[in-house]
Protein backbone atom coordinates (compact mmCIF):
# COMPACT_ATOMS: atom_id res chain seq x y z
CA UNK A 1 0.00 0.00 0.00
CA UNK A 2 0.80 3.43 -0.44
CA UNK A 3 0.26 6.63 1.13
CA UNK A 4 0.10 10.21 -0.55
CA UNK A 5 -0.49 13.35 1.57
CA UNK A 6 -0.85 16.75 -0.41
CA UNK A 7 0.22 20.43 1.30
CA UNK A 8 1.22 23.63 -0.27
CA UNK A 9 -1.95 24.62 -1.40
CA UNK A 10 -3.45 28.20 -0.91
CA UNK A 11 -4.64 31.54 -2.30
CA UNK A 12 -2.28 33.88 -4.73
CA UNK A 13 -2.84 36.38 -6.60
CA UNK A 14 -2.39 35.97 -10.51
CA UNK A 15 1.49 35.93 -11.49
CA UNK A 16 2.35 34.65 -8.34
CA UNK A 17 4.17 31.24 -7.42
CA UNK A 18 3.01 28.05 -5.00
CA UNK A 19 5.07 24.76 -4.15
CA UNK A 20 2.73 21.79 -3.44
CA UNK A 21 4.21 18.75 -1.88
CA UNK A 22 3.36 15.43 -1.46
CA UNK A 23 4.43 13.10 1.03
CA UNK A 24 5.23 9.39 -0.08
CA UNK A 25 5.04 6.13 2.67
CA UNK A 26 4.31 3.04 2.37
CA UNK A 27 6.24 0.13 -0.33
CA UNK A 28 7.45 3.32 -3.20
CA UNK A 29 9.98 1.90 -5.16
CA UNK A 30 11.80 3.55 -8.07
CA UNK A 31 10.83 2.91 -10.83
CA UNK A 32 6.70 4.04 -9.74
CA UNK A 33 5.52 7.04 -11.72
CA UNK A 34 4.55 10.18 -9.48
CA UNK A 35 1.97 12.35 -11.03
CA UNK A 36 -0.38 15.48 -10.23
CA UNK A 37 -3.53 16.30 -11.58
CA UNK A 38 -5.77 18.99 -10.96
CA UNK A 39 -9.68 19.30 -10.97
CA UNK A 40 -11.67 22.69 -11.22
CA UNK A 41 -14.95 22.96 -10.45
CA UNK A 42 -17.63 21.41 -12.90
CA UNK A 43 -14.81 20.00 -15.00
CA UNK A 44 -13.11 16.71 -14.97
CA UNK A 45 -9.83 15.87 -13.64
CA UNK A 46 -6.77 17.09 -15.62
CA UNK A 47 -3.87 15.86 -16.06
CA UNK A 48 -0.40 18.45 -15.17
CA UNK A 49 2.33 17.06 -15.38
CA UNK A 50 4.31 13.22 -13.82
CA UNK A 51 7.73 12.30 -13.39
CA UNK A 52 9.24 8.29 -12.71
CA UNK A 53 10.73 8.70 -9.08
CA UNK A 54 14.52 8.03 -10.71
CA UNK A 55 14.00 11.27 -13.01
CA UNK A 56 14.06 8.85 -15.77
CA UNK A 57 11.29 9.96 -17.46
CA UNK A 58 9.11 13.93 -17.19
CA UNK A 59 5.90 15.16 -19.03
CA UNK A 60 4.20 18.14 -18.60
CA UNK A 61 0.76 19.41 -20.20
CA UNK A 62 0.70 22.14 -22.89
CA UNK A 63 -0.86 24.47 -20.79
CA UNK A 64 1.61 24.54 -17.71
CA UNK A 65 5.08 23.77 -20.00
CA UNK A 66 7.67 26.77 -18.95
CA UNK A 67 5.89 27.71 -15.66
CA UNK A 68 5.24 24.35 -13.04
CA UNK A 69 8.08 21.99 -12.29
CA UNK A 70 7.69 18.32 -10.97
CA UNK A 71 10.67 17.31 -8.90
CA UNK A 72 11.15 14.48 -5.86
CA UNK A 73 13.32 14.50 -3.37
CA UNK A 74 14.29 10.72 -2.27
CA UNK A 75 15.51 11.60 1.18
CA UNK A 76 12.44 12.99 2.37
CA UNK A 77 10.59 10.56 -0.15
CA UNK A 78 8.17 13.88 -1.41
CA UNK A 79 7.35 14.87 -4.44
CA UNK A 80 6.74 18.34 -5.51
CA UNK A 81 5.12 20.89 -8.00
CA UNK A 82 6.57 24.19 -8.12
CA UNK A 83 4.24 26.45 -10.32
CA UNK A 84 4.85 30.00 -10.92
CA UNK A 85 2.96 32.72 -13.24
CA UNK A 86 -0.04 31.18 -12.31
CA UNK A 87 -3.05 31.92 -13.83
CA UNK A 88 -6.64 32.39 -12.40
CA UNK A 89 -7.83 29.05 -14.58
CA UNK A 90 -4.51 27.22 -13.26
CA UNK A 91 -7.39 27.28 -10.21
CA UNK A 92 -8.34 23.79 -9.00
CA UNK A 93 -7.97 21.19 -6.33
CA UNK A 94 -4.58 19.40 -6.86
CA UNK A 95 -3.97 15.47 -6.59
CA UNK A 96 -1.22 13.30 -6.25
CA UNK A 97 -0.83 10.26 -7.67
CA UNK A 98 1.20 7.21 -7.83
CA UNK A 99 1.54 3.93 -10.60
CA UNK A 100 3.96 1.51 -11.48
CA UNK A 101 3.75 2.69 -15.21
CA UNK A 102 4.69 5.91 -17.01
CA UNK A 103 1.28 7.50 -17.82
CA UNK A 104 -0.61 10.83 -17.79
CA UNK A 105 -3.88 9.06 -17.88
CA UNK A 106 -5.70 9.47 -14.98
CA UNK A 107 -7.63 6.01 -14.25
CA UNK A 108 -4.34 4.40 -14.85
CA UNK A 109 -3.31 5.60 -11.09
CA UNK A 110 -3.11 3.12 -8.49
CA UNK A 111 -2.64 5.55 -5.45
CA UNK A 112 -3.88 9.34 -4.70
CA UNK A 113 -4.06 12.16 -2.37
CA UNK A 114 -7.12 13.79 -0.59
CA UNK A 115 -5.89 17.08 -2.98
CA UNK A 116 -5.32 20.67 -1.82
CA UNK A 117 -7.24 24.03 -3.20
CA UNK A 118 -5.29 26.44 -5.17
CA UNK A 119 -6.62 29.70 -6.01
CA UNK A 120 -5.00 32.27 -8.32
CA UNK A 121 -7.11 35.52 -7.88
CA UNK A 122 -7.33 37.62 -10.86
Known amino acids: QVQLVESGGGLVQAGGSLRLSCAASGRIFTYYTMGWFRQAAGQEREFVAA????????NYADSVKGRFTISTDNDKNTVYLQMNSLKPEDTAVYYC???????????????WGQGTQVTASS
Open 97 to 111: AANRRGTTLSHEYDY
Open 51 to 58: MRWNGAWI
